[in-house]
T-cell receptor
Framework: KAGVTQTPRYLIKTRGQQVTLSCSPI?????VSWYQQTPGQGLQFLFE???????NKGNFPGRFSGRQFSNSRSEMNVSTLELGDSALYLC????????????FGQGTRLTVV | KQEVTQIPAALSVPEGENLVLNCSFT??????LQWFRQDPGKGLTSLLL?????REQTSGRLNASLDKSSGRSTLYIAASQPGDSATYLC???????????FGTGTRLQVFP
């Protein structure tokens, strides 16, 4: 059974550019959540999607956006990149509906220079 | 606002020791609590999931307990091995969502 797949694994971008990260959940999982991990702030919640609907959004600026497709794959986009956006971005997949185990991908390491 | 705290922040022990990692949370209205391990630069690996109605879960040398009323969970690792060296994170799932609130983690080093 394939796990959660995140692409790309590594990215280097310049300030002001935009970036799109992709997450393919475990087959059958309908819920996808995104988290940002930095040494200073730890793991912080970005968004949660279930059946193509954003159900929750964390306390991040509007430059951070996401979407989920009908096959449950999800993308997140960060526009006008800032140095502080450098982080490990992690995607979690679960069956959804609460009370279910979350499984994480290996993450995308984004470096903004 | 839910806050999750983990103590200690770091722990270094010799191989073979039994050890306890602590996690506390401020709001008892949770669906479940999940323990993860993270190796440097990698994603999170799920270790144990405890539903809010459960008191404990076991997997191999790992045992996790949950006391919702006091807002505490512990992860017990028996007979620690160097391969257990990693950062351990606890996370609570907020009721009516799939959102996880994470603690700051305990960095564990087990030396031979």
């Amino acid at each position: 059974k394939a796990g959660v797949t995140q692409t790309p694994r590594y990215l280097i971008k310049t300030r002001g550019q935009q970036v799109t990260l992709s997450c393919s959940p475990i087959s059958g999982h309908r819920s996808v959540s995104w988290y940002q991990q930095t040494p200073g702030q730890g793991l912080q919640f970005l968004f949660e999607y279930f059946s193509e609907t954003q159900r929750n959004k964390g306390n991040f600026p509007g430059r951070f956006s996401g979407r989920q497709f009908s096959n449950s794959r999800s993308e997140m986009n960060v526009s006008t990149l800032e140095l502080g956006d450098s982080a490990l971005y992690l995607c979690a997949s679960s069956l959804g509906g609460g009370r279910t185990e979350a499984f994480f991908g290996q993450g995308t390491r984004l470096t903004v220079v | 606002k839910q806050e999750v705290t983990q103590i200690p922040a770091a722990l270094s022990v010799p191989e073979g020791e039994n050890l306890v990692l602590n996690c506390s949370f401020t709001d008892s209205a949770i669906y479940n609590l999940q323990w993860f391990r993270q190796d440097p630069g990698k994603g999170l690996t799920s270790l144990l999931l405890i539903q809010s109605s459960q008191r404990e879960q076991t997997s191999g040398r790992l045992n996790a307990s949950l006391d919702k009323s006091s807002g505490r969970s512990t992860l017990y690792i028996a007979a620690s091995q160097p391969g257990d060296s990693a950062t351990y994170l606890c996370a609570v799932q907020i009721a009516n969502t799939d959102k996880l609130i994470f603690g700051t983690g305990t960095r564990l080093q087990v030396f031979p």
